[in-house]
């Protein structure tokens, strides 16, 4: 059987190496003619709103589905027109827009931080009265990596900061002083079979995730799944879901969600009995779910712009090295490395000799 | 940096899905158009001693392995004449005739069943005088899966065994009531560094090996691991050496060698730190080896001829399938199913499920 991906980055890269050994086969729409999937699947070269390419995508696959969430929602309606296409569009759709996103979730009762929408620097005011500093002014779509994101501290900072971010539809946000983020990968199937792994904690560089660390029994844990449970069900959603979460307190707040295979998931590939890229594909096949423990005690820490020494990297005992075939680029995404280790005292031992050598 | 395989079969497969992580990409030469390696791999469709053919892989990688031990010697010296070929050339000549290795073992002081050279009718009758009943002939090369063999029982199979195996230059081998199979995989990089995993135990249906059971602490290893340092050391040996050994009482005694990734040592992917593949690509580009320690109890069980139903046997947890991407033919191997318990009992039990599956 073969699947479609829109998008070649690394994920589709990751998707491709866990579905070989599911006897499936993968090809994927880019633009990027040096794709980083595309040496291990079919490449379609083309803009995801090319309907002659998406015709041909059609043609050649049983079943799509995708690696980024601002994927155009007229390529879906088209695709969705002759095969499946998982996870479903509401689930992108609510993704996609922040505020669609934060209003789902205050729907079904999730505790989220306060946040307004914002239209213009009118509203823009209004919602920094109901706020107050510091707050955080977010594009409704198109946000990653902390992109897309302005923090405000006082009144002379509204103006800059709704034109810095291009005078887009956004939301304002209270800034939390969060204590801790984790976040949860969660799966559904066709089937509608739930899994959910072990909550991560998340530790960003420059808005940027740099180390997910995989907890165990988490206090969290139960009302993290109860969460996405929601979720998963209210959108009938299909494949992998993200959720990142603040946590404050007993206070876990919903920060954002992503309908695919996530960056702070990449531990589950060693370090879970069955990695998310696999059961993402379980999911859409309705193939069932495989178990979500962790093997040992994991952490995974991103590559960002530059590659490491492989041969040092992996000197180090228990560590598994990820390079995606990208050319380095400051703040790209390029690889990562997952460490797996018998106790936790282990492994952050072990991820101190790493910090060092990256 | 891009490696050369001989040989696009399932061994070539899973040494690409484990090469991408490390970064690597892939050249397939391998006369068969549908070879199970293609879809991840550039693939040279050609005979392996095609000069032309050698010429365009030796342009398009950097070093070149390969999966399977009777590669022409000619494709391995035009290849070695511009880039390093691992394992070396004398290890495959080794391995390539069952001649050369038994006298091998029996120089480096490792034991072997009795065995004797036969040309003709007539030094087979001589060696039958010297090992007796039952014995088994087996032709110098060529042989794998139990092809090419003949067991002897009495004075009259002689010239029906001598005409089966098609009076190609053979030996005559003690047929030995042994007690267990076991093999050893063990890896020597570029640099010397060494590496063994723990020993399996293999169970055969038909010649083909159907089960391979990954032990623990077994008292056979530290002998095991000696002879296979033996080997390494004497070969100059560069990636993975498989060993095939019989256990009677407290004998053990090497039956056969293969200079490569090995079906006996499949259970690694899942079942050890690191697995066979990855450690034969860390060893022929002289990274440091990773860790060969069993990650629980584990054990793999070959799909042979057909496809199983890959719901039910995903449907029992800790269970890992690979498929291949070959069709199903009778006595092919097809994929291998690993699994992953944290008992002995419960490996066992697991198995016995997946018995009545496949």
């Known amino acids: 059987m073969k699947i479609g991906i829109l998008g070649g980055g690394q994920l589709a890269r990751m998707l491709a190496l866990a579905g070989y050994p599911l006897g499936l086969g993968f090809v994927v729409l880019e633009p990027a003619a040096d794709a980083c999937a595309a040496p291990l699947a079919g490449h379609i070269q083309a803009a995801y709103?090319?309907?002659?390419?998406?015709?041909?995508?059609?043609?050649?696959?049983e079943l799509v589905t995708y690696e980024f969430e601002s994927v155009p929602a007229a390529a879906v309606e088209q695709l969705g027109a002759s095969l499946p296409v998982y996870p479903p569009a509401n689930s992108l759709a609510m993704a996609r827009d922040r505020s669609h996103e934060k209003n789902l979730f205050r729907e079904l009762g999730i505790e989220t931080a306060p946040f307004f929408e914002v239209h213009d620097l009118q509203t823009l005011r209004l919602a920094v009265e109901q706020i107050g500093f510091?707050?955080?002014?977010?594009?409704r779509t198109l946000g990653y990596d902390g992109?897309?994101?302005?923090?405000?501290?006082?009144?002379?900072?509204?103006?800059?900061?709704?034109?810095?971010?291009?005078?887009?539809?956004?939301i304002l946000e209270?800034?939390?002083?969060?204590?801790?983020?984790?976040?949860?990968?969660a799966v559904r199937s066709v089937s509608g079979e739930l899994a959910f792994y072990p909550l991560a904690e998340n530790h960003h560089e420059n808005g940027i995730l740099r180390l997910s660390t995989c907890l165990h029994?988490?206090?969290?844990?139960?009302?993290?799944e109860n969460y996405a449970q929601r979720l998963?069900?209210?959108l009938n959603h299909v494949g992998v879901l993200a959720i990142e979460f603040f946590?404050?307190?007993?206070?876990?707040l919903a920060n954002e969600m992503a309908p695919r295979v996530h960056n702070s998931g990449h531990w589950t590939i060693e370090g879970a009995e069955t990695s998310q890229f696999e059961n993402h594909l379980r999911a859409i096949l309705g193939l069932p779910l495989g178990g979500t423990a962790a093997v040992k005690h994991v952490a995974m820490i991103n590559l960002i712009g530059e590659l490491p020494d492989a041969s040092a990297i992996l000197g180090l005992?228990?560590?598994?090295?990820?390079?995606?075939?990208k050319a380095p680029r400051i703040e790209r995404k390029i690889g990562h490395i997952t460490v797996r280790e018998t106790s936790e005292q282990a492994l952050q031992e072990r991820l101190l000799q790493l910090k060092n050598l990256i």
């Open 49 to 61: 709103d090319d309907p002659d390419a998406l015709q041909q995508l059609a043609a050649k696959v």
């Open 134 to 139: 510091p707050a955080v002014l977010k594009t």
């Open 147 to 170: 992109k897309g994101q302005q923090v405000l501290r006082a009144g002379d900072d509204l103006q800059v900061a709704w034109e810095t971010i291009g005078q887009a539809p956004a």
């Open 174 to 185: 209270g800034l939390i002083g969060f204590e801790r983020e984790v976040s949860l990968i």
């Open 217 to 224: 029994d988490d206090p969290m844990q139960a009302r993290a």
């Open 232 to 234: 998963l069900e209210n």
């Open 247 to 252: 946590q404050i307190g007993s206070h876990l």
């Open 317 to 325: 005992k228990n560590t598994h090295l990820h390079l995606y075939g």
